[in-house]
């Protein structure tokens, strides 16, 4: 089955910066790559996804990379507000096998 | 409104006293799955079912069952509860996949917090 490992497992910037948070999956059949926000104490909401036919995909601050030789893929959030810290997870695979998140802060 | 419930959403129990969780979605979602989150292990999954009376196992299914009999309700069960299954849990559900821009966007369900004394 498919094996996503996730990095870094915390994030710490100050406003404005941006924030980089990387996943590689291992099942080369994957073609579909979700990114979830999860707020404390919520439900994980997905907030950018990418399918394996495209490369990279934005949605105003966050942006979703795909390098499909190299079985990676990337959130990339620019301009980050205090209101983006939450813990962001990826999935990969058919069976949708999550990373072990990122908790992303933002210093005011 | 599309929506994935779960209940109850909150359950203190006691060692071996057989409980279920219920998961109910009125997206016609052919494919439902349970997850359990525990801090820095991220969200694992239990058993997935990809239609009706179609259940597999996933990667953490010892201690759980689950039954598919209709395809809006995917119930969790937990015949013997121990304190090592104390955890959040997640039901979710999307589509089987395949052609459709929306065909693997999965839906979560708020969650339900078990604590087993």
Same mark, same amino acid.
């Given at each position: 089955? =498919?094996?996503v490992?996730?990095?870094p497992?915390?994030? +710490?910037?100050?406003?404005?910066?941006?924030?980089? $948070?990387?996943c590689?999956? &291992?099942? &080369?059949? +994957? !073609?579909?790559?979700?990114?979830?926000?999860?707020?404390? #104490?919520?439900r994980?909401q997905?907030?950018?996804?990418?399918?394996? !036919? %495209?490369? =990279?995909?934005?949605?105003q601050?966050?942006? %979703?990379?795909? !390098?499909?030789?190299a079985?990676?893929? +990337?959130?990339? $959030?620019?301009?980050?507000?205090p =209101?983006?810290?939450?813990?962001?997870f990826?999935?990969? #695979?058919?069976?949708?096998?999550?990373g072990a #998140?990122?908790?992303?802060t933002?210093?005011? | 409104?599309?929506?994935v419930?779960?209940?109850?959403?909150? *359950?203190?129990?006691?060692?071996?006293k057989k409980?279920?969780? @219920?998961?109910?979605?009125?997206?016609?979602?052919e494919?439902?799955?349970?997850?359990?989150?525990?801090p820095? *292990?991220?969200?694992?999954q239990?058993?997935?079912?990809?239609?009706?009376?179609?259940?597999?196992?996933?990667d953490v299914?010892?201690?759980?069952?689950?039954s598919?009999?209709?395809?809006?309700?995917?119930?969790?069960?937990?015949?013997?509860?121990?304190?090592?299954? @104390?955890? *959040?849990?997640?039901?979710?559900?999307?589509?089987?996949?395949?052609?459709?821009?929306?065909?693997?966007?999965q839906?979560f369900?708020?969650?339900?917090?078990l604590?087993?004394?």
């Amino acid at each position: 089955g =498919e094996n996503v490992e996730q990095h870094p497992s915390t994030l +710490s910037v100050q406003e404005g910066d941006s924030a980089v $948070i990387k996943c590689t999956y &291992s099942d &080369s059949a +994957s !073609n579909y790559f979700p990114w979830y926000k999860q707020e404390l #104490g919520k439900r994980p909401q997905l907030i950018i996804d990418i399918r394996s !036919n %495209v490369g =990279e995909k934005k949605d105003q601050r966050i942006a %979703v990379t795909l !390098n499909k030789t190299a079985k990676h893929f +990337s959130l990339h $959030i620019t301009e980050t507000q205090p =209101e983006d810290s939450a813990v962001y997870f990826c999935a990969a #695979g058919n069976d949708m096998r999550f990373g072990a #998140g990122t908790r992303l802060t933002v210093k005011p | 409104e599309a929506q994935v419930t779960q209940n109850p959403r909150y *359950l203190i129990t006691v060692t071996g006293k057989k409980l279920t969780v @219920t998961c109910s979605q009125n997206m016609n979602h052919e494919y439902m799955s349970w997850y359990r989150q525990d801090p820095g *292990l991220g969200l694992r999954q239990i058993y997935y079912s990809m239609n009706v009376e179609v259940t597999d196992k996933g990667d953490v299914p010892e201690g759980y069952k689950v039954s598919r009999k209709e395809k809006r309700n995917f119930p969790l069960i937990l015949e013997s509860p121990s304190p090592n299954q @104390t955890s *959040l849990y997640f039901c979710a559900s999307r589509t089987s996949g395949g052609v459709g821009r929306l065909g693997m966007r999965q839906y979560f369900g708020p969650g339900t917090r078990l604590l087993v004394l």
